[in-house]
C-alpha cells in the first residue's frame, strides 16, 4: 500500500494516464508536432519549477517567483538598449539583479525567522510595483523596446530561444535545457552532501542544525538557486519574443508550486524529487496542451489543474502517513 501511495510513482502513472486519454480523444495529440509543443509548454514551467521544489523540498516557499522572470527580463532588456550593451552583458546584469532578488529574500527568511510565504509574498508586490512603475518610467508604456538589432542578441537568442531542427519538427531547445536541469537538479540532491543538508533541513532544521548542518547557508542558497531559475526563463521569455511586458508573470508561482506538488514534493518540507517535478512540469504541459488539441472548452484547464493538486496534496499526505506508522 505505501508502495502503491508513492508521490513520485503515483504521479508518474498519472501521467501515463493521461497520455493515454489525450491520444484517445484528441487525434491532433497523436502527432509529433503535437509531442514537441507539449515538451516545450512542461519545459517552461519545469526548469523554474525544478529550483521551487528544492526550496519546498528545504522547507520553505517563494511567492515572487512569477514576476521575478519578469524583473530579471526587464532589468537585462533595458540596460541593454539603454546603456547600449552587448545583449550578454545585459543578461549578466540581469543575472545579477535576479541573485539580489534571492539574496534579499534568503537573508529576510532566515535572519528574521519570518514565515517564508509572507516574505516572499511581499516581495511579489514590491517586485510587480517596480516591474511596472519602473517600466512605465523610461519607456512611456508597459512594454520595453525591441533589441533584436543590438551586438550579441543572435548568439543569446541561439542559447536560450532557438529551436533545434529534429526528425522533420522544430524542437525548442527549452526542452534541452529542461532536461540538463532536470539531470543537474537530481544529481545535486541525491548524490552530494548538499543534496543530504537540503532534505535534512527541511525535515528538521533544529536537528539539522544540532548535528552540524549550516541550515542559514543551505536555505540561501536555495533562494538564489531559484532566482538563477528565475534569470534563465526571464532570458528565454526575453530572446524569444524580443520584448518584455511588465506586467507578466504574475500567478506563474503558482503554477510552479503546483507542478512540484503534482510530483510528489511535501508541502511541510522534507521530502520531494527532481524528476517528481519534472513528472509534475510535464502533466501541467500535456494538460494545458491536450484540452486545446481535444477541442474542449480551455476554462477546464483550472478545474483539472485544480483537481490534480488536491489529489497530490491527498496522496503525499496519506504518504506521510504511512511512513510515520512504519517508521
Not at 162 to 168: D, E, N, R, T, V
Not at 213 to 227: H, M, N
Not at 240 to 265: C, M, P, R
Request: aromatic residues 10%; hydrophobic residues 55%.
Amino acid at each position: 500500500m505505501r508502495r502503491l501511495l508513492n508521490p513520485e510513482l503515483t504521479s508518474g502513472l498519472g501521467a501515463v494516464a493521461l497520455f493515454v486519454v489525450f491520444l484517445i480523444v484528441a487525434p491532433a495529440f497523436r502527432s509529433v508536432e503535437a509531442m514537441a509543443t507539449v515538451l516545450y509548454a512542461s519545459s517552461t514551467i519545469g526548469i523554474m519549477a525544478i529550483g521551487v521544489g528544492l526550496l519546498m523540498i528545504g522547507g520553505e516557499f517563494d511567492l515572487s517567483t512569477g514576476v521575478a522572470v519578469t524583473t530579471a527580463a526587464l532589468s537585462a532588456t533595458m540596460l541593454n538598449y539603454y546603456l547600449h550593451l552587448n545583449s550578454w552583458v545585459g543578461a549578466l546584469l540581469g543575472l545579477g539583479v535576479a541573485v539580489g532578488v534571492g539574496l534579499f529574500n534568503g537573508v529576510l527568511v532566515t535572519r528574521t525567522k519570518i514565515n517564508s510565504f509572507l516574505i516572499t509574498l511581499a516581495s511579489f508586490l514590491m517586485l510587480q510595483g517596480i516591474n511596472l512603475a519602473v517600466t512605465k518610467a523610461i519607456t512611456g508604456q508597459v512594454a520595453t523596446r525591441p533589441i533584436s538589432d543590438m551586438a550579441g542578441f543572435a548568439t543569446a537568442r541561439a542559447v536560450f530561444a532557438s529551436s533545434i531542427p529534429l526528425g522533420g519538427i522544430e524542437l525548442k531547445i527549452t526542452v534541452v535545457w529542461w532536461l540538463i536541469f532536470v539531470a543537474l537538479g537530481a544529481f545535486v540532491l541525491h548524490s552530494t552532501r548538499f543534496g543530504n543538508w537540503v532534505y535534512a533541513v527541511g525535515g528538521n532544521a533544529d536537528a539539522a542544525r544540532a548535528v552540524g548542518v549550516p541550515v542559514r547557508r543551505v536555505k540561501i542558497t536555495l533562494f538564489v538557486i531559484v532566482a538563477g531559475c528565475a534569470w534563465f526563463v526571464g532570458m528565454h521569455t526575453l530572446f524569444q519574443f524580443d520584448s518584455i511586458q511588465a506586467g507578466q508573470g504574475v500567478g506563474n508561482e503558482f503554477l510552479y508550486i503546483i507542478a512540484a506538488v503534482i510530483g510528489g514534493t511535501a508541502m511541510n518540507g522534507g521530502r520531494g524529487t527532481v524528476v517528481g517535478t519534472a513528472i509534475g512540469a510535464l502533466i501541467f504541459g500535456m494538460t494545458n496542451q491536450g484540452i486545446v488539441y481535444a477541442g474542449w472548452n480551455p476554462d477546464w484547464f483550472k478545474f483539472f489543474l485544480g483537481a490534480m493538486l488536491l489529489l497530490a496534496v491527498l496522496t503525499n499526505h496519506r504518504f506521510a502517513a504511512l511512513t510515520k506508522e512504519h517508521a
